[in-house]
């Protein structure tokens, strides 16, 4: 049954059941690469499409064939249907599996398959259509006699209409654009200023992302859990429900980490939230893989939200605890096959958690995109019980034309004790290096004492976190274990030093020293430190306690297992500079950390302060993206928190804002510039 | 003429008498055994301009120069000399007992940097601040002329106000000894100058002649003329910051190697670099214990060059993706960056490497990088260092301000320095090798040992686009003909059959590759012709 907890899982061969001969995966990065293992598994060709800059990835070079769609924006490649459908033509390919985003709930896109007598992988366009547009989802939903959210099931004209129906409704609402998904172009309203703020906001960014700026409102539900529950159906009118996703913690409406299964749901609750799921499939005569997603409120009474009609991302969890491969039961509903299985026979098996590593920085709004090369890259493979499903490798671009997401990281357990272990030592053991990443973050949630309780919702991070994520707060005895790895390491890293092969004018060391006085500096506090060494055994003194740190201190490896104190940790070694510099992730969380002699650091003192530069006057661009609007002119008067412009990355929209009230002393940025990370936008007097 | 008695002539009597109680005073000390004076002496020494200096100098963020000293050798490994000289001035009450401090104005002598040895001097700024007197250049001179004998590299640590002013010519003829001594020992043992502190006039040859000038950020400067004399002859304003701060020298004149935080960074670094290097030109780059595979494949690689050939990638990827550790010791890094420079190890073994940056104006040759990477290789060649070339070069930078200011002259030093090292020599051409930069590039017309081409190269005389104007001038089909001259020419091919590179290698391999041919390279033995001194064009 766990055939699919592991890439190793995959090496079983799938029941060699005549499908398709050659699959063209409409797709880029992990899914793609996730949708052709299985069909090398089934025996199954596949054709890669790509855009010019993605010639060389992962997925390109997995794939049997590869055709080149366009250049690096998405609506030119990605979204370029016209391109597509000729690849296909090129190619013979007679499936298409879209992944998730993209087209793959593009009912246009499913049409011109179908007239091509193209097989698309999914739904038919009719549920396409029907779960695809909330406002009529909803009302089929309804119908179905599945629990729906309160609230304004038209569109919405504009901000005075969208003020009108949220007072009838009653506050909060959530604006949401009618065509979205995953998180774009919605909104939270408390009060009508708000309203007109979110509506405005919401129609710009639906108008981006979907091209297609429909609003609607609803009652917004404080505090509640999102639930999903994945569901499988073929075209005989046969549909499973497969257990559900908890997919609370999220951050701007975006998943982060996600479980299955949810620590809130009894028998009763799953199966009554399963039958709604399936009742809506069938309602929509849907087949295919799908995901109905509810809100669930702390009574467990659950609403409707809305139907995935495609893959989701967060599948493999799914996969983990059910043992059944989606993709490959994907393509043979898509062929028309029957369901294998019976509600019976789908259970819980296990507990599996699902990580999103993102190319992001967490200490900004809990991860604002990051870009870069990967210099290193590393993923946990050699650990048991973990999945890591990726399209990128050592060397890859992430940048700013796609989804930042590096990784899926799924660890795999008995219980979810068990599996949250996993994911610890996952986190610890995954080596990335070139752009800042999303793992401090992901680490401090998995152990955070509300989420291993199960204590969660939506609205976990802001309320963990009030003040934003500031990285893992070190005990005393932490930040020993920290302190005495690092001064060992340094001493290791001495001693290496004066180790010369063959060189016989090197001085004869007199009796290698064994003991040494170091001060090392972490967060501007001082602590002298003993250390004394026994081969690979440091024990270094602290404040009069003890820390034994041993290890094989390979100073080229990323990884740094260590013993310390008995316990097995493995830390990594960012960066060690000769100045005595070193950042070390601790924890998930890097800390930098120098390391002196006691002579080095009694000089200190008389070092020179270097004085930073002043940030209040100077607005910078927090991450690579676009500028979509400027809305000062030099010699304008700002109040403090006052938009200034707004930066689009990644199809969201951030508002810069002034830290101070002041005069705007220079404009460096236009609309429709590209900035990247730290560039100047605007001077303040 | 008038006779006296003594009593008759006071002043005279009087002057006498104090002279002589002064004399007494601090050159008779009979009251002390010569043990004692020994001691007096030596603890004189120990506090070189005494405290309120020494407080001074801490107020300005510097160390004294006996700290620096301690920081930057091995603990308990320094051994000093000629702590007992004095200056021999007796002009303008120099002679006086309190203007004497033993060991004058710099502290000289011998230790180990982890355990191998090293001269070196620093320079007192609170005796005289600093200031260069006949017997301070003699002390940096005797130490020079044992670290020639004995074979081991120099360090000097300056921080001095310039000429004694008081020692006048004297003052003069020891900078000129101390040139002297910088030239004589020029390719014999590695010279380092650390710019802890001012250094102006003529004091700034002697960096300049060394192999290796540094810098401490805000608290150093290296001028000819100090901002007043510049302002009095040409009515610039200027400060010492801009006229020769370390940012000035290390991204606008190229007169610093590098810069640091300040003197504690400075001198940690100095020890890091020090392991780069070998002793003297007698011994081998140093081998220190590897932990990095020396067979690790670097996957990166394989896809770090952009199909188009006109995008640009950064070549310290390649760089640092192929040495140990990633450890990369950039030489000049903010100077003339179309060229990258530095020290590196491979397998444990010093190499130097040099490479061409597409990041920055497309990684051409001009006069600034020519410069540049000259030195750099004639240090390497002169070290026995071996040197690891990365291509990609689209040739020399054209126009007017290359060619007035000698570009042909400048690029030739290039040219000349990787045809007359004898080091072992490797190249690895990642991309574009166009025109008369890819023979300079460490070609194997020039000796190269071992040339590899990456997949992604491409040897030839210029681009396409320009190579299919000239040929096919005036003709229709420009595009067709551009296409057959890159499916005949952008690729490796045309050098491969020739043998101009010895293999076209996966990039992902390089690292291995290396390796393995600097183990086969390293009793490599060439020799030039006999000749009194080759003659660079300068």
Redesign the interface.
């Known amino acids: 049954m766990a055939a699919y907890r592991s890439a190793a899982g995959f090496q079983r061969v799938l029941h060699a059941v005549k499908t398709f001969d050659k699959i063209l995966i409409a797709n880029r990065g992990e899914i793609a690469c996730r949708v052709i293992k299985t069909c090398k598994k089934m025996g199954i060709k596949t054709v890669a499409v790509h855009s ?1 800059v993605d ?2 990835a992962v997925h390109v070079k997995m794939a049997d064939e590869a055709v080149c769609v366009g250049p690096a924006p998405t609506n030119k490649s990605y979204l370029n249907m016209d391109a597509i459908m000729n690849a296909i033509k090129q190619t013979g390919a007679q499936a298409v599996h879209p992944g998730y985003g993209f087209l793959s709930e593009n009912k246009e896109f499913a049409k011109r398959l179908a007239a091509e007598g193209v097989s698309f992988i999914g739904p038919d366009t009719h549920a396409i259509q029907a779960m695809g547009d909330k406002i009529e989802s909803k009302l089929i939903a309804k119908a179905a006699k599945v629990n729906t959210i309160p609230g304004y099931d038209g569109v919405v004209k504009d901000a005075e209409e969208a003020v009108k129906i949220a007072g009838e409704i009653g506050y909060p609402v959530m604006i949401k654009a009618s065509a979205g998904g995953g998180g774009k172009g919605m909104r939270i309203a408390w009060n009508d200023e708000e309203t007109r703020e979110g509506f405005r906001f919401s129609s710009q960014e639906a108008a981006s992302s979907f091209g297609d700026d429909r609003l609607l409102i609803e009652k917004f539900i404080d505090n509640p859990r999102h639930i999903e529950i994945q569901v499988l159906a073929d075209k005989h009118g046969n549909a499973l429900w497969l257990n559900e996703r908890e997919c609370s913690i999220q951050r701007r409406n975006q998943k982060v980490v996600e479980e299955a299964p949810s620590t809130f749901l009894d028998p009763d609750t799953r199966r009554a939230m399963g039958e709604q799921a399936v009742s809506l499939a069938k309602a929509v005569k849907y087949s295919s893989a799908g995901t109905v997603e509810f809100l669930v409120d702390s009574k467990k009474n659950f609403y409707f939200l809305e139907m995935n009609t495609r893959l989701q991302v967060e599948h493999p969890i799914t996969e983990c605890i059910t043992g059944l491969d989606l993709v490959q039961q994907m393509i043979r509903i898509a062929m028309g096959y029957k369901l294998q299985h019976k509600q019976s026979d789908i259970p819980i098996n296990g507990w599996a958690i699902e990580s999103r590593v993102y190319a992001e920085d967490p200490y900004k709004s809990f991860g604002l995109p990051s870009i870069g ?5 590393q993923e946990p493979l050699d650990l048991h019980n973990v999945r890591v499903d990726s399209g990128i ?4 671009d992430i940048s700013i034309y796609y989804d930042p997401m590096i990784s899926k990281l799924v660890t795999y357990g008995k219980t979810r004790e068990e599996a949250l272990k996993k994911m610890e030592e996952a986190l610890d053991n995954y080596v990335i290096r070139g752009v800042t990443h999303n793992i401090p973050l992901l680490r401090e949630i998995i152990v955070h004492p509300r989420f291993v309780s199960g204590d969660i919702s939506t609205k976990f991070l802001p309320e963990v976190y009030p003040d934003g994520f500031k990285g893992h707060m070190l005990t005393a005895g932490e930040r020993r274990e920290l302190l005495a790895t690092a001064a060992a390491l340094y001493v290791a890293a001495q001693l ?8 016989l ?5 007199p009796a290698e020293s064994r003991q040494w006085e170091l001060c090392v500096e972490l967060d501007k506090g001082l602590h002298m430190l003993g250390v004394s060494r026994s081969g690979n055994n440091y024990t270094v003194e602290i404040d009069g306690e003890k820390v034994e740190v041993s290890g094989e201190w ?4 990323a990884l740094l297992p260590l013993t310390i104190n008995g316990k097995h940790r493995t830390l990594q070694c960012l960066l060690r500079t ?3 510099e070193i950042t070390l992730q601790y924890l998930g969380t890097s800390f930098k950390l120098r390391v ?1 002699s006691k ?2 650091a009694s ?2 003192k ?3 302060e ?1 004085v930073p530069e002043d940030t209040s006057s100077i607005l910078r661009s927090p991450m690579p993206g676009s500028v979509v609007a400027v809305s000062v002119k030099p010699g304008d008067n700002v109040a403090e928190g006052q938009e200034i412009c707004v930066i689009e990355a990644m199809k969201m929209q951030n508002s810069m804002t002034a830290a101070k009230a002041a005069k705007v002393k220079s404009v460096h940025c236009k609309a429709g510039d590209t900035v990247g990370e730290g560039d100047l936008l605007v001077e303040l007097e | 003429m008038a006779t006296y008695t003594v009593g008759q002539i006071p002043y005279a009597g009087a002057l006498t008498r104090s002279k002589v109680l002064q004399n007494a005073r601090c050159y008779s000390v009979s009251h002390l055994s010569v043990q004692e004076r020994i001691e007096q002496k030596r603890k004189a020494a120990l506090t070189g301009g005494g405290q309120l200096r020494i407080a001074a100098q801490h107020k300005r963020g510097k160390l004294t120069a006996r700290e620096r000293l301690e920081l930057l050798l091995d603990p308990d490994s320094f051994v000093e000399y000629d702590m007992f000289v004095e200056h021999r001035c007796s002009d303008f009450g120099m002679e006086a007992d309190h203007n004497k401090y033993p060991g004058d104005s710099v502290v000289t002598g011998q230790g180990r940097i982890n355990g191998r040895l090293v001269y070196v001097f620093s320079q007192d700024f609170t005796v005289f601040g600093g200031s260069l007197s006949g017997a301070h250049a003699q002390k940096i001179c005797k130490i020079m002329d044992q670290a020639m004998m004995v074979g081991a590299p120099v360090i000097g640590l300056n921080d001095s106000g310039g000429a004694r002013i008081q020692e006048g010519v004297e003052s003069l003829a020891g900078y000129a000894d101390i040139f002297l001594r910088n030239v004589m020992a020029s390719g014999v043992v590695p010279q380092i100058s650390l710019i802890m502190g001012p250094c102006a006039g003529g004091a700034v040859y002697s960096p300049a002649l060394t192999d290796f000038t540094f810098m401490v950020k805000d608290t150093s400067y290296l001028f000819i003329t100090g901002p007043d004399v510049v302002k009095s002859v040409t009515n610039e304003d200027v400060t010492q910051e801009e006229l020769g701060g370390a940012k000035t020298h290390t991204t606008v004149s190229g007169v610093a190697h590098r810069a640091f935080e300040n003197d504690i960074d400075a001198l940690l670094n100095l020890r890091n670099f020090f392991n780069f290097l070998p002793l003297s030109n007698k011994d081998p780059a140093p081998v220190t214990e590897c932990h990095d595979p020396r067979d690790r494949l670097v996957p990166g690689l394989d896809t770090i060059v952009p199909f188009e050939s006109t995008k640009a990638y950064d070549m310290l990827d390649i760089v640092h993706g192929v040495l140990d550790e990633r450890e990369f010791f950039e030489i000049m890094p903010n100077y003339a960056k179309n060229i990258v420079v530095g020290f590196a190890r491979m397998n444990g073994r010093t190499v130097g490497i040099v490479g061409n940056q597409p990041k920055v104006a497309s990684g051409c040759l001009d006069i600034n990088s020519s410069v540049k990477g000259a030195r750099f290789v004639r240090f390497c060649d002169a070290f026995n260092i071996p040197i690891i070339t990365f291509v990609d070069v689209p040739g020399f930078l054209p126009g007017t301000a290359q060619e007035y200011g000698g570009i042909i002259r400048h690029g030739a030093k290039l040219l000349y320095a990787f045809a007359e090292a004898t080091v072992p020599k490797i190249t690895v051409i990642t991309r574009k090798a166009y025109g008369g930069a890819y023979d300079v590039m460490s070609s194997k017309h020039l000796r190269g040992d071992v040339n590899y081409a990456w997949p992604s190269a491409e040897v030839a005389v210029m681009g396409a686009k320009g190579a299919v104007q000239i040929i096919f001038r005036g003709k229709e089909n420009q595009a067709e003909a551009e296409a057959e001259y890159v499916e005949k020419f952008a690729n490796p091919f045309p050098a491969a059959v020739r043998g101009f590179v010895d293999d076209i290698i996966q990039p992902s391999t390089t690292r291995k590759r290396i390796c393995r041919d600097l183990e086969v390279l390293a009793s490599k033995k060439q020799t030039n012709p006999w000749k009194k001194h080759a003659n660079i064009p300068l």
């Not at chain 1, 490798?393 to 890859?396: I, K, P, R, W």
């Not at chain 1, 390979?554 to 490896?557: E, G, I, M, Q, R």
Request: proline share 2%; net charge positive.
């Open positions: 010019d010639s060389s090369r990967l210099s290193q890259y490798e050592e060397g890859s290496r030093s004066q180790k010369f092969l063959g060189d004018r090197v001085s004869v060391v390979n100073l080229a490896s000769a100045a005595g002196l002579l080095a000089l200190s008389h070092m020179p270097k």
